[in-house]
C-alpha cells in the first residue's frame, strides 16, 4: 500500500482541478478501509464491471441530487461528482479496450436499492441521505480501486486504478467535511 500511496500522491497533482479549498483534511490522514479478499482476487472483467457501476453509481445519484437537493453545497457536490465520474467512466471504457475487455455496466443490487431510497427519501432527509450513500459509495470505490491497483493484472485498467485512486479519496474527503459538523 506505501507503493500506491507514493503513486497517488505524485497522481493527485495531475487532478488538482478537482481539489477544492472547503477540503480541509489531508487525504493523507484519510484511513484506507481494507480491501476484501473478493477485492484483491478481482480478474480484469470484474474490476471493469465493478468500476463501471460505481461510476455509474455516483452519476445516476449525482443527477437525482441535483434535482432534490435544497442545499447549495450538496448541489456542487453532486456537480463535482458528476462532472468527474462521467470522464472516470470514459477512461475506464477507454482502458477496458486497450486490455479487450469488455465493460458491463449493470449496478449492483445494492446500488439499485440505495438508489430508490434515495428516490424515496421525504425532501428534508435527502441532503444527509445522500452524502451518507457518498461516503459508503467512495469507502467502496476506494477498496475496489487500491485492491486492483496493488494486485489487479498489468495493463490499462490497472492504470486507471492508479490514476483515479486519489480521485476518489479526494471526494471521499469532501464527503466526509460535508457531513461532520
Known sequence: MIRLTTIAAATALSFSPTAHAQDTTPVQQLPTPEASEQTKALDPAGFAQQAAASNEFEILSAELALRRSQDAEVR???????????????????????????????????????????????ESQFDSAYMSAQMKAHDQAIRLLG????????????????????????????????TSP
Open 76 to 122: 456542487k457536490f453532486a456537480e463535482t461528482m458528476l462532472d468527474d465520474h462521467r470522464r472516470a467512466q470514459q477512461q475506464l471504457q477507454t482502458a477496458a479496450e486497450a486490455d479487450s475487455v469488455a465493460m458491463v455496466t449493470e449496478l449492483s443490487m445494492e446500488q439499485k436499492q440505495t438508489l430508490t431510497a434515495l428516490e424515496q427519501a421525504e
Open 147 to 178: 485492491a486492483y491497483a496493488d494486485n489487479g493484472a498489468a495493463g490499462s485498467l490497472k492504470t486507471y486504478a492508479v490514476a483515479n485512486y486519489p480521485l476518489v479519496r479526494t471526494h471521499k474527503v469532501r464527503a466526509q467535511s460535508q
